[in-house]
């Protein structure tokens, strides 16, 4: 743990994915995914949450579109996922421990804060709001704005240029493969985080990562 500490201290800013990282929202996304797609009669198939790691939010919806055969435009999927998320995110997700006064302590060391995120700009700012922990963070930037998925490493390198900080000061936390590897081929050091979805990749993300954190209150 001491070297994980040593990270937080040699770093000049902290960069975090949202889902899974930061809030416990994974298991909400496959609740989405089942209550949408049930809607036109079909059943989620056991590969779809494999298939959608580290794509871009229109890019889902459009694998969404294409893949079913959604009538839908690719906005009003999309919206429909905004208004149900929306929802979710207000009634029944909870921030991960100790994710506030690791925020906290992060930025009573004067270190930039930024999220790097797959998910629409209007949801990561509701989640953040509704925690309370939007004043924390310095800048946002989604998978849709550089127009690129994770592994990917442009929407990690377009967030540390909003910085204004080198990708080497930079320090990640991301909970699946495909982020570790975007903040890893951004030049940046990357904690992996636990997650109850990505347990069965545990391994791969410890290999992956610089680190491997089961709790924000172990770097406390």
Not at 50 to 76: N, Q, W
Request: aromatic residues 8%; contains cysteine; glycine residues 8%.
């Amino acid at each position: 743990m001491q070297n994980l500490k040593k990270e937080l201290d040699q770093c000049n800013a902290v960069i975090f994915d949202l889902d899974g990282t930061l809030i416990d929202s994974m298991g909400m996304w496959h609740e989405i995914d089942v209550e949408y797609l049930m809607r036109f009669g079909i059943d989620v198939p056991e590969d779809l949450q494999k298939e959608l790691e580290g794509l871009t939010y229109t890019d889902v919806a459009r694998y969404f579109k294409d893949r079913f055969h959604i009538p839908d435009s690719i906005d009003e999927i999309g919206d429909a996922w905004i208004r149900m998320a929306g929802e979710k995110y207000r009634k029944t997700i909870p921030l991960k421990p100790g994710v506030r006064e690791f925020l906290a302590e992060v930025k009573s060391r004067n270190h930039k804060t930024a999220i790097a995120s797959s998910n629409h700009l209007q949801l990561i700012e509701d989640i953040l709001r509704i925690h309370g922990i939007y004043d924390y963070i310095d800048a946002i930037t989604t998978c849709d704005d550089v127009g690129l998925g994770k592994p990917d490493p442009e929407v990690y390198t377009v967030t540390a240029g909003k910085l204004g900080i080198d990708p080497g000061s930079c320090l990640v936390f991301e909970d699946i493969p495909v982020g570790i590897q975007a903040g890893k081929a951004a030049g940046m050091r990357v904690i992996a985080v636990e997650d109850t979805y990505s347990e069965h990749m545990r391994e791969e993300k410890a290999r992956l990562a610089d680190g491997y954190i089961t709790d924000f209150r172990e770097l406390l």
